[in-house]
């Protein structure tokens, strides 16, 4: 064989074994953006028929952002499998373009979690009341939103991916930053409802529906952010951290229609207290699931039972 053809052939395998994980990474997307788009859409719709009449309008204008971002997003991601697979068929350095990643995941990915995260954040603040909790939540969410940002004009400039992974840094403080929100919103979340108990059975099961909701939402996303930066970091010279990456706002938007679209379960759990027995419910539990409910003033605590804090200061006009 000419020695032409063998530095050609070395320098095609070369690029295939680097360019190859790309690959894989894309075909496994489509799939799962199909079905994140699909159950996006499901949860949207539902969202619009059950809540749609009753939610204030910034909750609304919230949902319907979300779902447009979606769509662009899948749009772009859509345009670039079209890049690959038609007019750059056969090319694998195409693989290993980042095409409109720069934009759709770093930029609208990162709105996307902002936005969700700043929803969890806005309910921990009618609650808890504590600026020293918000206060650190928000400020992650803004770390995260701009060095998101500031991880797409790197991804503009720089092109490729090969190039992208020689500068890991602002990526680990990007998906880090996300992963420590995340946690810390189950966390505190978990933490505060747990201190509405009662006592009572059934209104404590209520409660520990919310809580198994909070660790739910807070840890698939945290788990998601911690997978993009371990392939990121981990796995040098691959591609796998595209699947990650591309999947985390629709994960975001996902989990955050299944919560809302999940009230409706929790406001009949709690007529089903309410009706079923004199158990008393806390506060933040009636304000926020059963709108317009009265309490029975024939009903008297247990004179032994003191308020927990949820109860003295209530949850009136958050949506969970």
Request: aromatic share 12%; with cysteine.
């Amino acid at each position: 064989m000419p020695t032409a053809d063998i530095r050609i052939s070395t320098k095609l395998f070369a690029v295939g074994c680097s360019c190859g994980s790309s690959l894989y990474a894309l075909v496994l997307y489509l799939f799962l953006e199909t079905f994140f788009a699909q159950t996006l859409t499901t949860l949207t719709d539902n969202y619009h028929i059950s809540h749609g009449v009753h939610d204030t309008i910034w909750i609304k204008i919230m949902v319907y952002v979300i779902f447009l971002l979606e769509v662009v997003q899948s749009g772009l991601m859509g345009a670039d499998a079209y890049r690959i697979f038609g007019p750059g068929f056969g090319d694998l350095e195409v693989l290993d373009i980042n095409h409109t990643d720069w934009f759709g995941v770093c930029f609208l990915g990162a709105i996307v979690a902002a936005i969700v995260q700043s929803f969890y954040t806005f309910r921990l603040w009618k609650f808890t009341r504590s600026w020293l909790v918000v206060g650190t939540i928000g400020m992650l969410v803004v770390v995260q939103l701009v060095t998101a940002f500031i991880q797409g004009v790197m991804s503009a400039l720089l092109v490729t991916y090969s190039k992208l992974q020689e500068r890991p840094a602002n990526v680990a403080v990007w998906t880090i930053s996300a992963a420590v929100c995340d946690l810390l919103i189950a966390v505190f979340m978990v933490y505060y409802l747990r201190k509405g108990r009662t006592g009572f059975n059934k209104t404590d099961r209520v409660i520990s529906k919310l809580v198994r909701f909070s660790i739910e939402t807070g840890i698939i996303t945290a788990l998601m952010a911690i997978s993009l930066v371990v392939l990121f970091l981990v796995i040098r010279g691959k591609s796998y951290f595209e699947i990650s990456a591309r999947g985390l706002a629709k994960v975001y938007s996902n989990q955050l229609m299944m919560v809302l679209n999940s009230r409706e379960r929790v406001k009949k759990s709690s007529h089903n207290v309410i009706e079923s027995s004199s158990i008393p419910l806390p506060t933040f539990l009636r304000s926020s699931f059963v709108p317009g409910f009265a309490p029975n003033p024939n009903l008297e605590p247990d004179p032994g039972s003191k308020p927990s804090k949820l109860e003295t200061q209530g949850m009136d006009g958050v949506s969970l």
